[in-house]
């Protein structure tokens, strides 16, 4: 998986190791990395991402310390324990969601973890099943710690994405505020008997110059933000180490015992 634009960065869709033998194309660009950045679709979806991120993570945050809060609240009863596990599975259906989403617009590919099963089939067995299952808690932690990270991602995207964009275009629609709020441009500064605003050509182009650095950099901002909620998405909403390797060693025996048949 690439982690960074450049000039290795290939579209999947035409990446292959030499035309006319089975591979595929690589494609050539014509801009330089950090010009190229912001028209990907790459940059795009990943600034979908985190703009996604802080409602859900919101929904998601609120339900967690919601029913954790209600069945440490019912724990002195029974239904504590049965609100719990109901609680942990939702988070499990949020976890669904949330690997659905890296791999859409992240192209984070995480595999699922086992589902829960009760030894007996009953609702007392898949109650113990989920509340032993350390995958039902680490996607119990996952929807406390994204919250504050969301929020800072989001705020971080949309500042450097507006700021860059409306900077950028400055010198297009400048002429709205004379025309119709009644003054030059922009406000920097301003007291009673002076005000400083942006309206020269000098200051014009400087806007856009700003604009478009901070254009520029919000792909790589953005990006590296995100790499905190690849490693979220990974370490705590995919399956166990341990599962893994049970998974490895059952899917390596069946070779061992097909080629012995053989």
């Not at 290795?8 to 006319?20: I, K």
């Not at 988070?91 to 973890?113: H, I, N, Q, T, Y």
């Amino acid at each position: 998986m690439a982690t960074a634009y450049g000039p290795d960065t290939r579209d999947r869709e035409h990446e292959g190791s030499a035309p006319g033998f089975g591979g595929k194309t690589r494609t050539k660009h014509f801009l330089p990395a950090p010009l190229r950045a912001p028209l990907e679709a790459r940059a795009w979806s990943e600034l979908l991402y985190a703009l996604l991120s802080f409602p859900l993570s919101t929904v998601m945050f609120v339900f967690a310390v919601t029913m954790t809060s209600l069945s440490a609240g019912l724990m002195v009863t029974f239904v504590g324990i049965p609100v719990l596990a109901v609680g942990l599975a939702v988070c499990r259906g949020f976890g669904s969601l949330e690997r659905l989403r890296a791999r859409a617009l992240l192209r984070v590919e995480v595999a699922d973890p086992e589902p829960v099963r009760g030894k007996t089939g009953g609702p007392m067995s898949w109650m113990g099943a989920i509340l032993k299952s350390g995958v039902s808690w680490r996607h119990l932690l996952y929807t406390l710690l994204h919250f504050p990270w969301a929020v800072f991602t989001f705020v971080v995207a949309i500042s450097f994405w507006t700021y860059g964009l409306a900077g950028l275009t400055y010198p297009l629609w400048f002429w709205l505020f004379p025309a119709f709020a009644g003054q030059d441009g922009i406000q920097l500064y301003g007291d009673r008997t002076h005000a400083e605003y942006l309206n020269s050509p000098l200051e014009l182009a400087a806007t856009g110059a700003v604009g478009l650095v901070l254009v520029m950099a919000a792909p790589w901002v953005v990006r590296g933000l995100l790499t905190v909620d690849r490693l979220m998405v990974t370490g705590l909403l995919g399956p166990s180490r341990l599962a893994t390797r049970v998974s490895e060693l059952e899917s390596d025996r069946g070779v061992v015992v097909d080629t012995a048949a053989a």
